[in-house]
């Protein structure tokens, strides 16, 4: 059974670009989550998809969006990338929603870097 | 808000010593809690979990007991290897919602 895929593993870009990051999640699973891993401020939670439907947002500024396609496969997108962007993307995903009873499988996560 | 806290690393053990990571929390209602385990280079797996009070998560030799009283979720092993070299991760989930919310890691460094 494949894991959770997530595309590219490195990215390097420059500030002002924008970004795209990819994330398949285990096959039949309908739930997709991301998180940011920095140093400084750890895992933080970034938003939450389940059926097309964002169900959850964290505290991040609108230059961070996502979306889900029909396939439950995931896009997450950083406009306007800044230096303190950089950081570990990691998605995680799972059979439902609204509770922790089904359990999260992470990805390898996406390592952008902006210089 | 909810919040973890846990030890700060990074914690050096040699093989076969006993492990201990204090991990304490806050939250709303009454959270299902999480230990995850990063690999350089990898992502987080789930090590273990507990959903209600005394409950006793358990795998490869980690425990943590759900301590209500004391807002606790302590992870714990009778005798660590080398290969249990990694970060870990205290979290919390509310009942109703997906989020974690995690602690900011503890680093363990096992040497033989």
């Known amino acids: 059974k494949a894991g959770v895929t997530q595309t590219p593993r490195y990215l390097i870009k420059t500030r002002g670009q924008q970004v795209t990051l990819s994330c398949s999640p285990i096959?039949?699973?309908?739930?997709v989550s991301w998180y940011q891993q920095t140093p400084g401020q750890g895992l933080q939670f970034l938003f939450e998809y389940f059926s097309e439907t964002q169900r959850n947002k964290g505290n991040f500024p609108g230059r961070f969006s996502g979306r889900q396609f029909s396939n439950s496969r995931s896009e997450m997108n950083v406009s306007t990338l800044e230096l303190g962007d950089s950081a570990l993307y990691l998605c995680?995903?799972?059979?439902?929603?609204?509770?922790?009873?089904?359990?999260?499988?992470f990805g390898s996560g996406t390592r952008l870097t902006v210089v | 808000g909810d919040s973890v806290t846990q030890m700060e690393g990074p914690v050096t053990l040699s093989e076969e010593a006993c492990l201990t990571i204090n991990c304490t929390y806050t939250a709303t209602g009454y959270p299902s809690l999480f230990w995850y385990v990063q690999y350089p280079g990898e992502g987080l797996q789930l090590l273990l979990k507990?959903?209600?009070?005394?409950d006793k998560g358990s795998n490869k030799g980690f425990e943590a007991t759900y301590r209500k009283e004391t807002t606790s979720f302590h992870l714990e092993k009778g005798s660590v290897q080398v290969s249990d070299s990694a970060v870990y991760f205290c979290?919390?989930?509310?009942?109703?919602?997906?989020?974690?919310?995690f602690g900011k890691g503890t680093m363990l460094l096992v040497s033989p």
């Open positions: 507990a959903t209600k009070a005394d």
């Open positions: 995680a995903s799972s059979l439902g929603t609204g509770g922790m009873n089904y359990g999260y499988t």
């Open positions: 979290a919390l989930s509310v009942p109703g919602y997906s989020t974690l919310t």
């Open positions: 096959s039949g699973h309908r739930s």
